[in-house]
């Protein structure tokens, strides 16, 4: 079956850190990428997708994601955090059948 | 422009009761798709409604059921409850099919079964 990894539980940077958070999924076939944020108190909203193209994807305040077909993986990066971008983050896959498999979700805190 | 509108905000249940949760989409937007949400989990794909009819089912069981209605909003129900119902519904909408359209997610429904 279908499904979504995001191995980092909570990560923990102060601000200008670097960050990159990992995402794997299980599916062999075309697949549609997506990251979503949720900032504290706020709904779910997209930060970046992918649906074919250029591979490094890049989304709003500065995120960026690359596509890596052959290790299934869609690694959302940032070079410089800030503290507002302390919030959950999901990656999810659509396999094209409008069935939408979100990760776990990785908790990021920004120190100031 | 009212984004996607959900309620009621907080529900409190009682095991074996049915419940009903009620979504207003984006104004345009034509797709629902109902997501449930435990606590520390990633949201779970339930189902989508296209044109008022379910296309797309996750693995829920039959006790959840939804309806689209002709002017896009939607309903999702569950019923006869069980504690592991507890969680936070969200409904998201968009232009079309979730996987090729951007969702815009409401602030969801928490629901929690006593």
């Known amino acids: 079956a279908q499904s979504v990894s995001q191995h980092n539980h909570h990560v923990i940077l102060s601000e200008a850190a670097s960050l990159e958070l990992g995402c794997n999924y299980s599916?062999?076939?075309?697949?549609?990428l997506f990251w979503y944020v949720q900032y504290p108190g706020q709904h779910l909203q997209l930060l970046l997708k992918y649906f074919s193209g250029d591979p490094l994807v890049k989304g709003i305040k500065g995120f960026e994601a690359e596509f890596i077909k052959s290790k299934f993986s869609f690694n959302l990066r940032k070079p410089s955090v800030q503290w507002s971008d302390t919030a959950e983050y999901f990656c999810a896959v659509n396999s094209g059948n409008n069935d939408m498999r979100f990760g776990a979700g990785t908790r990021l805190t920004v120190k100031p | 422009d009212a984004g996607v509108t959900q309620s009621p905000t907080h529900l409190i249940k009682t095991r074996g009761q049915q419940v009903t949760l009620r979504c207003s989409p984006k104004s345009g937007h034509d797709t629902v798709s109902w997501y449930q949400q435990a606590l520390g989990q990633g949201p779970q794909f339930i189902f989508q409604y296209y044109e008022e009819e379910e296309r797309q089912r996750g693995n829920f069981p039959d006790r959840f059921s939804g309806h689209q209605f002709p002017n896009y909003s939607s309903e999702l129900n569950v019923n006869a409850l069980l504690l592991g119902d507890s969680a936070l519904y969200l409904c998201?909408?968009?232009?079309?099919?979730?996987?090729?359209?951007?969702?815009?997610f409401g602030p969801g429904t928490r629901l929690t079964v006593t």
């Open positions: 599916y062999g076939g075309t697949v549609n």
């Open positions: 998201a909408s968009s232009l079309g099919p979730a996987g090729r359209y951007e969702q815009y």
